[in-house]
Every structure is written in C-alpha cells, then in structure tokens.
C-alpha cells in the first residue's frame, strides 16, 4: 500500500531534549515536506526536500533540522525542543518530475513540550 | 509571496444542503490545486487536484472549479451528509521558481443531522 508513514505518533518530552521524528514513503517521491499545524495558524511548511542531499526552507524553519541521506526517508529533528514547539507535525511527500504534483500526507506526530 | 485565504471560516448547514466553499489565491502562477479534507485531530485527506490546464474536477458530490486568471477556486458540496463535517484545506501548488507549499486556513464545516 502506497504511503506515508510517520513515526511516533505521540511525543511528549522535556524541554532541551533532543528528539527525531521520522518519516518515510514507499512511492519513490523525490519532493518530501515538513509542516506543522497550530489552532488558528493553519499549516505551515517547516522544510522541504527536492531530492536526496537537498533540503530547503519553508517558512518556520527556527529550530529544526532536517535530512535527506535516502530517497525514502526525511527525519525531522529538534535538537533542543522548547513549548513553543508543541504542536501537530506532518509529513508529505508528492512525485516532482516536470512540477509539483499531488501531495499526499502522513497520519501526524502530536509533540508536547513541557 | 502566496497568500490562500478561504472564505467563510466555519459553515454550519442542516443535512441536504449544496454549499460553496472558497479558497482564493494571490499569485495566479500555480501548476495545480488540491483540497483536503482533515477530520479533527487527523491527518489530510486529499479530495481532488484541479491541474491549471483544467477548470473542472469532479469526484462524486464534490466538484472543484479553478479560475486561475482571477485566483479562485471553488469546492461545491451536493447535498451535504453529517459525515461531511470537517475542516476543508485548499493548497495551490508551488509557483515557478519557488518549492513552498502554502495552505489556507481552511473553512470548518459542521452537517447538522
């Protein structure tokens, strides 16, 4: 079954731990995408990847990292996680030969920061 | 930059009723569009991609229209089922020479039985 898998689902941990969410699709997409989602805020891109070794910017990337070391596979990683970071991330991935195409969506990992 | 806004914000309708949802678009240089559908506290669904050479995409009682020119797309809902009631997300694909997505708010719609 083609899909995005993300895991954990649910996190919650201390602030300043250090923690990797990970994601990974099985449809051979070269565009995969971080977002986060905030009541009233609506989803926001964190970080994108066009293919393996290159990553860009959305539009909150403060305070992430991410990585594309294989096609399959775009970890999103905090490496000192604040409250202000509690929020509901998804992961995306879509087919981009000539443009972008349709994006499909991972289940979401819920993070709380305490 | 891409500014999505969708209009009304939220929309409370009783059962059977067709409805309009809006979603327009500030920079007309788009390549597709896609709605989602996202139950509370769950993941996005996608209901339908309009291409830009496309200005109809029908999927069994929704139908997406995109008018690029003018920067709107529509989703109509026919007659509208309790099973409905979510939030629905619009996002017009990248413009050239930039690889962001951005997405509307979304419009919260509640089918009242």
Known sequence: EAQVTQNPRYLITVTGKKLTVTCSQNMNHEYMSWYRQDPGLGLRQIYYSMNVEVTDKGDVPEGYKVSRKEKRNFPLILESPSPNQTSLYFCASSPQTTGPYEQYFGPGTRLTVT | ?113
């Open chain 2, 1 to 113: 930059k891409q500014e999505v806004t969708q209009i009304p914000a939220a929309l409370s309708v009783p059962e059977g009723e067709n409805l309009v949802l809006n979603c327009s678009f500030t920079d007309s240089a788009i390549y597709n569009l896609q709605w989602f559908r996202q139950d509370p506290g769950k993941g996005l669904t996608s209901l339908l991609l309009i291409q830009s050479s496309q200005r109809e995409q029908t999927s069994g009682r929704l139908n997406a229209s995109l008018d690029k020119s003018s920067g709107r797309s529509t989703l109509y809902i026919a007659a509208s089922q309790p099973g409905d009631s979510a939030t629905y997300l619009c996002a017009p694909s990248p413009t050239s020479g930039t690889y962001k997505y951005i997405f509307g708010t979304g419009t919260r719609l509640k089918v009242l039985a």
